[in-house]
């Protein structure tokens, strides 16, 4: 196993704190799905604590008993979550977007699915690029769409976009639903094929919607690309999704934003029944601000952290997981390890197999579509010692297999 050398010192005193039985005291999700003898590396929420200007942001509103009605600003004005996005998204992406575009929202899925709604028929298509996050495949199916599928290829090449497949798509799609950086597999796409994918947008006259909640999570060698940023026809079609919630461990703070690029596509949202649509709150709302106009010094730290880990995740599978088949992803903190190279049942059935023999909770890949069979998600944002002690027991139950 490779040793932990961390090439970002300062982040030492952020993020290598939380060990096993700290995180097992928390009420969430991710540490209690599971039984007490399971490590959980599934969900995609963060170990580490929020960044300290989020929580004292949070904490001032308890402090002060402000838990009222949040204040979004007088009507003709920019919302503050406007201006605070429109700020972050020129000094990350560069990006210049008019504030008066951005809807707060509760979080993705909202706006996704009813945009989605309102833009299509019942058993029109929409192109998604598969494996592909669950919550995509189960949106269509409640609201009764069709799946057009564009799978990416496969691990050895990259996991790139199938370009030449664009033109032998169903015609009758009328959404392309993008999530890049993607998730699962951790693509950030290349310019070139972005633009493939709005030569297809335009010609077909698509609608896309534009999942980029992973976007500040990319590593060195790869840049981010807004899709809205590819030219003043493409953004007209486009509605961007994103969120601080990822990137600053607040999900449970449920804010997140929909950028609009036309008039035409935010007025079919908000002519929506607005308490359908639900509201911010306001620990949300203070989070965010904290988070988009003071989180900069954190989020970098952070990266560098998860940049580490990522890197011990492939060498340690490299090294100790005969079987496995991983790419360091590009963005995000999952890794998609394709595992039907495992013998017997544990190449066909990887999720079951390490939360039996491995006693380690990770997302069963067969969520993801029915490319993502075999394969499985493990979540490497957490502490050196609890991410050691995850692979040292998934690769202990490989060992016994072989």
């Not at 199916?141 to 799946?147: N, S, Y």
């Not at 996991?159 to 030449?164: G, I, S």
Request: hydrophobic share 45%; glycine share 8%; charged share 20%.
């Amino acid at each position: 196993m490779t040793d932990h050398v961390s090439r970002h010192p300062q982040t030492a005193a952020w993020f290598d704190a939380p060990t096993v039985s700290d995180l097992r005291r928390r009420a969430g999700a991710k540490w209690n799905r599971f039984g007490p003898d399971i490590l959980p590396a599934w969900v995609a929420d963060m170990d580490f604590p929020p960044a300290p200007v989020v929580t004292e942001a949070v904490a001032d509103l308890l402090t002060t008993g402000d838990l009222g009605y949040p204040w979004l600003g007088v009507t003709g004005a920019p919302n503050p979550i406007g201006v605070a996005f429109a700020s972050w998204a020129a000094r990350r992406y560069g990006w210049e977007l008019d504030p008066d575009c951005v809807v707060p929202t509760i979080d993705v899925l909202q706006p996704l699915v009813h945009v989605i709604e309102a833009a299509t028929r019942p058993g029109d298509g929409v192109v998604i690029q598969t494996p592909i996050y669950p919550p995509f495949l189960a949106a269509l199916e409640m609201i009764g769409r069709r799946l057009v599928d564009h799978p990416l290829g496969s691990v050895a090449e990259g996991y790139p976009l199938d370009v030449d497949a664009l033109r032998t798509l169903d015609p009758g799609a009328r959404v392309l639903l993008l999530c890049n950086p993607h998730n699962p597999t951790g693509r950030v796409f290349r310019r070139d094929e972005l633009e493939a994918l709005a030569a297809l947008a335009l010609e077909r006259d698509l609608l896309v919607v534009s999942d980029e909640i992973h976007a500040d999570l990319v590593y060195p060698g790869a840049t981010h690309i807004p899709f809205a940023t590819l030219g003043p026809e493409v953004a007209a079609r486009t509605v961007t999704l994103t969120s601080p919630t990822k990137s600053f461990n607040i999900a449970g703070l449920r804010l997140a934003v929909a950028v609009f690029g036309s008039a035409t596509a935010e007025r079919r949202y908000h002519d929506l029944p607005r308490f359908g649509l639900g509201g911010v709150n306001s620990a949300g709302l203070a989070a965010t601000l904290a988070a988009w106009n003071h989180g900069e010094e954190w989020l970098d730290a952070l990266v560098g952290y998860l940049d580490d880990n990522r890197r011990h995740v492939e060498a340690t599978i490299a090294e100790r997981m005969p079987g496995l088949a991983h790419r360091a992803p590009e963005a995000t903190y999952l890794a998609w390890i394709d595992a039907r190279g495992l013998p017997g049942d544990a190449g066909a059935d990887p999720f079951g197999f390490f939360l039996e023999k491995a006693r380690v909770g990770l997302n069963d890949g067969a969520d993801f579509g029915v490319h993502g069979r075999g394969f499985v998600r493990l979540n490497f944002a957490t502490s050196r010692g609890v991410l050691d002690a995850v692979l040292d027991r998934m690769a202990d139950a490989i060992a016994r297999t072989t």
